[in-house]
C-alpha cells in the first residue's frame, strides 16, 4: 500500500488508495473487521493459519478491532470511526457521460445531443483536460471552448449538470504574472516543498513542470476556495472530478530525482520497500518522500493522505463556493474516511471483460470502506472496447452506485449511440430502470449517511449464514437488501446461472416467482442481449417512479410502490425523501428537513403507510399507484381508507394493480384488500 498511479489489474502491485481495513467471517457467519490506522507505505500478508501480518515503515501502529458480529455491522462500526459517508446530491444519481479526446466543445455538444435524440437518460455532462488552456488547471481553451459559459447555462436551464476534471498538480513553468494559480500559492506559500524549503518541481500534464499546493496547510483552503470561485464565476461547474493525486508524478521525483544526501534523504531509499511496490522505489513516479508538508511532516509519513486531504479541502472550497449546496467530489486517491467527504472512481480500467468483472469487486469493496459514491468507467476507460463488452457493461453500469461512461485520449468514441442500436437498446433499458428505481437508491444513500450501511453489498451480507453466498465473488450483488443483481460478465451467454439465498424471489421484468423457502439453490434466468436479470426479494416493498430524462424531471413525476409479498405475505419498505441538495438535511439539529415513511404489508391483505419524520414540505408527495406481486388470490375489492377503489388482477402474474390514486404520502394511509 503506496498510492500510485497505475492501472488496475490482478497483479499484486501498489495503485491509487491504501485501506488497510480488513473483514473475516467464520463458518458459522460471525464476522469481525480490524483497522491499522496507519499512512506509512505498507505490505500485508496472508498466513496459512490463518492470519494476516501488517507490515508498515513507519508510524503508529494504531489498531482498532470491529466485533460485528454481522458483516453489515462490522462496516457500520467501521463507518462510525472513520466517518459516516457524505449525502450525495440527488442529481449525481443520475447517468454521466465524459470522455478524453473531446477536443472542442462542439464535439462533446454533438455526443450529448445524440444521446438525449436517443431517449437515453442522462443527467451530467463532463469534461476532461480538453477544456483547459495548455492543461493548465482553472483556465479555458478559449479556442476550442470559448462558449462553454454558454453551453453550461443551458445545462442547467434543461435541469441537468456539469462537472470538470481538476487536477492537484499547478504548473510551474508559465511566465510570472501570467498564471494566477501559481502567482497566488507563492503568495500564500502554500506549495509542498523539497528539502531545501523550495516548492517541490516535478512534471504532469503541465508544458513544463508542476508544483503541488499542500493540503494539509490551513491555507491552502482559502487557496483552493479563491481557484475554484474564480473558474466557478467563468464557468458555473457542479461538482469537482479531482485526479492524478496519489498524487501522480511523470518524473521519478524531482528532474534529478530523490538524493539520498540531501536533508531527509534517507527517506527517500529506506533500508526496507515494501514488496510489490511499482520500480521498487517509494519515488518511483512518486514525490520525494524527504519532501516536507506543513507542520514539518516528511512526505514519507503523509504520502498515502494527499488524496485524502485535497477531497476534505475541495469539500470546504465547493461548500463556500456553492453555499448550502452538497459537495459533489469524485477523486481518484482514497484513504480511510474519504466517503466523508466524497465518492470514487477506480480509475483507468482496461476496456475488457475481466476489468468488467472485477469492478464489481472494487464497488463493493469500496462500499466495505464506506465509500458508497462509487463506481467503474462503464464500458472501460484504456483500449477500445466492443460493441457486445459495452452492451453488457452499460447494462451493469447503471447499477454501479455512481454510473458514468468515460474513456481515454487514443480510443474511440464509446458512448451508446457512437457504437450503434444494440448498445442504446441496452443502455436505454437499464438507465430507465435505474431511473425508476431512484428513490429506493436515493434511500439506500441516506441509510448509508446516517448509519455507514453499504449501498451495493456482497450477497453474504445479506445472508451470512449461507455458506454459497461467500463464494458468488463478483458474479451477482445487492442494492440494499431488496433487489439483487446478476450481470452478464461474459460474451455470448444470453442466460445466467443466479443463486437465490433461501426466501421468495421475483423476476424484475416478468414477476416469476422463485420460491426457496427450504434453502438457497441456483437458478437458471434469462439474459437477452438488452436486459440484465434483476430479482426482487420477496418481503420488500420498494418505492418508484416513472422513468425520466433527467432526475430533475423525474422529481415532478408521481410516486408509485411495488410489494414482493413474502412466504408469509407481509412485506415493508421506506422512504427517505427531501430536496436532493440541501446540506444537513438530516444532521440540522432542527427536526431535519426530511421525510421519512415507512412502509408495511401484512397477511397480503393491509397495507399501510406510517410517516415517521415530516420535515420537508416544498414538495407535494403525490403516491399514483401501487402494485402488490406474490398475491395467490383476487380480493373481492379494494379499499383505501375505507374508499373502494378500482384494480386489476392478473392470476398468471399474480399482480395486484391499483392505479389513479393521488395519495399524499405525507399523510398515513391504509389500503385493505
Not at 230 to 253: T, Y
Not at 378 to 385: H, L, M, Y
Not at 399 to 428: C, I, M, W
Request: proline share 8%.
Amino acid at each position: 500500500m503506496w498510492n500510485f498511479d497505475d492501472p488496475p489489474s490482478p497483479q499484486a502491485t501498489n495503485i491509487y488508495g491504501s485501506h488497510p481495513f480488513y473483514l473475516a467471517s467464520d463458518k458459522e457467519g460471525s464476522s469481525h473487521g480490524v483497522f491499522l490506522r496507519n499512512s506509512n507505505a505498507m505490505e500485508v500478508i496472508l498466513q496459512p493459519t490463518p492470519a494476516l501480518t501488517f507490515r508498515a515503515i513507519g508510524g503508529i501502529l494504531d489498531f482498532y478491532l470491529f466485533i460485528g458480529p454481522s458483516p453489515m455491522e462490522v462496516v457500520e462500526q467501521y463507518a462510525n470511526l472513520i466517518g459516516k459517508p457524505a449525502l450525495p446530491p440527488f442529481w449525481s444519481l443520475g447517468y454521466h457521460q465524459c470522455k478524453f479526446g473531446q477536443t472542442t466543445l462542439n464535439q462533446t455538444k454533438k455526443i450529448l445531443q445524440q444521446t438525449i435524440d436517443a431517449k437515453i437518460p442522462i443527467d451530467t455532462q463532463w469534461n476532461d483536460l480538453d477544456y483547459m488552456a495548455r492543461r493548465n488547471d482553472f483556465t479555458l481553451d478559449t479556442d476550442h471552448f470559448k462558449d462553454l459559459p454558454d453551453f453550461v447555462a443551458k445545462l442547467h436551464e434543461n435541469g441537468m449538470h456539469y462537472v470538470t476534471i481538476i487536477d492537484p498538480g499547478v504548473s510551474g513553468g508559465e511566465p510570472v504574472g501570467s498564471y494566477p494559480p501559481y502567482d497566488r500559492g507563492i503568495e500564500l506559500d502554500i506549495f509542498m516543498k523539497n528539502s531545501t524549503g523550495q516548492p517541490f518541481v516535478g512534471r504532469v500534464w503541465n508544458p513544463k513542470s508542476t508544483v503541488w499546493p499542500d493540503f494539509l496547510n490551513p491555507k491552502t483552503i482559502q487557496y483552493w476556495s479563491e481557484m475554484i470561485q474564480d473558474f466557478h464565476d467563468l464557468v458555473p461547474i457542479d461538482g469537482a472530478w479531482i485526479d492524478m493525486n496519489e498524487p501522480s508524478n511523470f518524473w521519478s521525483g524531482q528532474f534529478n530525482g530523490c538524493s539520498i544526501s540531501e536533508r531527509g534523504g534517507h527517506l527517500n531509499h529506506p533500508p526496507y520497500v515494501p514488496r510489490f511496490v511499482k520500480g521498487q522505489s517509494l519515488f518511483f513516479r512518486n514525490i520525494c518522500p524527504s519532501a516536507v508538508h506543513y507542520g514539518n511532516y516528511s512526505h514519507y509519513d503523509v504520502h498515502n493522505l494527499f488524496g485524502h486531504s485535497e477531497t476534505v479541502v475541495t469539500n470546504a472550497a465547493l461548500r463556500n463556493v456553492r453555499p448550502g449546496k452538497r459537495p459533489f467530489i469524485i477523486s481518484r486517491s482514497t484513504f480511510p474516511g474519504q466517503g466523508h467527504y466524497g465518492g470514487h472512481w477506480t480509475g483507468d480500467i482496461h476496456s475488457d471483460w475481466d476489468a468488467m468483472r472485477l469492478s464489481i469487486a472494487g464497488v463493493l469493496n469500496f462500499n466495505m470502506f464506506g465509500i458508497p459514491l462509487v463506481g467503474a468507467d462503464i464500458c472501460g476507460f484504456n483500449g477500445n472496447t466492443t460493441v457486445p463488452l459495452c452492451q453488457r457493461w452499460m447494462e451493469l453500469g447503471a447499477f454501479y452506485p455512481f454510473s458514468r461512461n468515460h474513456n481515454t485520449l487514443e480510443a474511440f468514441d464509446q458512448d451508446p449511440v457512437s457504437l450503434g442500436p444494440e448498445v442504446v437498446k441496452a443502455a436505454r433499458k437499464a438507465l430507465e430502470i435505474r431511473y425508476s428505481l431512484l428513490p429506493y437508491l436515493y434511500t439506500l444513500f441516506v441509510h448509508a449517511h446516517l448509519k455507514g450501511t453499504p449501498v451495493a453489498q456482497p450477497v453474504f451480507f445479506q445472508f451470512p449464514r449461507d455458506k454459497m453466498a461467500y463464494y458468488l465473488g463478483e458474479s451477482q450483488f445487492m442494492w440494499g437488501s431488496a433487489l439483487m443483481i446478476a450481470p452478464v460478465l461474459e460474451e455470448g451467454p444470453i442466460h445466467v446461472n443466479c443463486y437465490l439465498p433461501q426466501g421468495v424471489w421475483y423476476n424484475w421484468e416478468t414477476h416469476v416467482k422463485s420460491d426457496h423457502e427450504e434453502g438457497g439453490a441456483f437458478v437458471k434466468i434469462p439474459a437477452p442481449l438488452d436486459t440484465i436479470p434483476l430479482l426482487a426479494r420477496g418481503g420488500s416493498i420498494l418505492v418508484l417512479k416513472p422513468p425520466a430524462p433527467t432526475t430533475t424531471d423525474s422529481r415532478r413525476l408521481p410516486f408509485h410502490a411495488r410489494a414482493y409479498v413474502s412466504s408469509s405475505g407481509s412485506a415493508s419498505g421506506d422512504l427517505f425523501w427531501d430536496d436532493g441538495d440541501a446540506l444537513d438535511s438530516y444532521d440540522d439539529g432542527s427536526g431535519g428537513r426530511h421525510n421519512h415513511i415507512l412502509f408495511n404489508l401484512t397477511s397480503s391483505r393491509d397495507l399501510q403507510s406510517q410517516v415517521r419524520h415530516r420535515g420537508f414540505l416544498a414538495e407535494t408527495m403525490l403516491l399514483d399507484s401501487i402494485s402488490i406481486i406474490g398475491l395467490k388470490s383476487r380480493p373481492n375489492q379494494v379499499t383505501l381508507d375505507g374508499r373502494i377503489v378500482d384494480f386489476s388482477y392478473s392470476p398468471q402474474e399474480q399482480l395486484l394493480e391499483v392505479h389513479s390514486l393521488n395519495v399524499d404520502l405525507l399523510q398515513p394511509f391504509r389500503m385493505e384488500l
